[in-house]
């Protein structure tokens, strides 16, 4: 007699979807809260101060945040400030990025935003325009607003992924609370996540 997964019996379908939706929850978390994680094993660094940090990243409420464009000569200073280190080669990285995601774009001028919730993003100065994330297979025109919040996402994520600078997972998941209230919530999560 062949063995059955359990997960396949008409009784329990949606048990399924439960546990595959709480695996990749558990997976992004786990991302999320790497560096908090790498810190608590560090010298010198006591695990309760670590467990409390997690816990503000994790429990942090997206409601009323705002985005503020920055003067010219403010961006260096804000930019450093979120993004640490490395702040000029993620600038470079989202520019990069930009043009593999819209071949069709040409380069222009670019606006800066502080985010209220402590993060920044940088957005091309165009009405609309159309992109296609492979990795995630989404295509669509999206507001030259959107788009940036796209990009900075993916240029976080990216520069998260090899400098491992706690800054850069807050800034990612600040950015990310703010484009959950954004007008293109979909578009900006279905292109990221």
Known sequence: ???????????????????????????????????????????????????????????????GIVATELRADQQLQVLTRYLGRPADRIEGEIYGLMRRLSPTYQQGAWKMYEV??????????????????????????????????????????HAYRVWGEEELCTAYVRLRDFAQQHAERDAILAATD
Do not use: Q
Not at 130 to 152: H, K, N, P, Q
């Open 116 to 157: 209220s919730s402590g993060s920044i993003y940088i957005a091309p100065c165009v009405e609309s325009i159309g992109i296609y994330v492979e990795r995630t297979s989404f295509g669509g025109t999206l507001s030259g607003d959107a788009v940036g919040i796209v990009v900075s996402l993916l240029g976080l994520r």
């Open 1 to 63: 007699m062949p063995v059955r997964d359990h997960r396949s019996t008409p009784f329990s379908p949606s048990m399924a979807a439960r546990e595959d939706a709480l695996a990749s929850l558990s997976g992004r978390l786990r991302l999320l809260t790497a560096p908090l994680r790498r810190a608590a094993r560090a010298v010198g660094n006591p695990p309760e101060l670590t467990e409390d940090r997690s816990m503000e990243l994790i429990n942090h409420k997206p409601a």
